[in-house]
């Protein structure tokens, strides 16, 4: 299952990758969301806490 959602993940991220930038962020946020929602599912909610801080982190840095 692990090897097909990899699979999936890089099928995407090349698709994306032809968007540029943009297109490649969006794919890495897709596979940060799935990660972390299979973390939670395995009993590890930190991964939710520690990709929010991540992203509030860059929001920051960006956002004045």
Avoid: C
């Avoid at 968007?19 to 599912?41: K, N």
């Avoid at 929010?52 to 960006?62: G, M």
């Amino acid at each position: 299952m692990a090897a097909n959602r990899l699979a999936h993940f890089e099928k995407r991220q090349a698709e994306r990758a032809a968007r540029g930038p943009r297109g490649l962020a969006e794919s890495w946020m897709e596979r940060a969301r799935a990660i972390a929602a299979a973390r939670e599912t395995n009993g590890d909610p930190e991964a939710w806490n520690d990709l929010s801080r991540t992203i509030a982190t860059w929001v920051s840095r960006y956002e004045a």
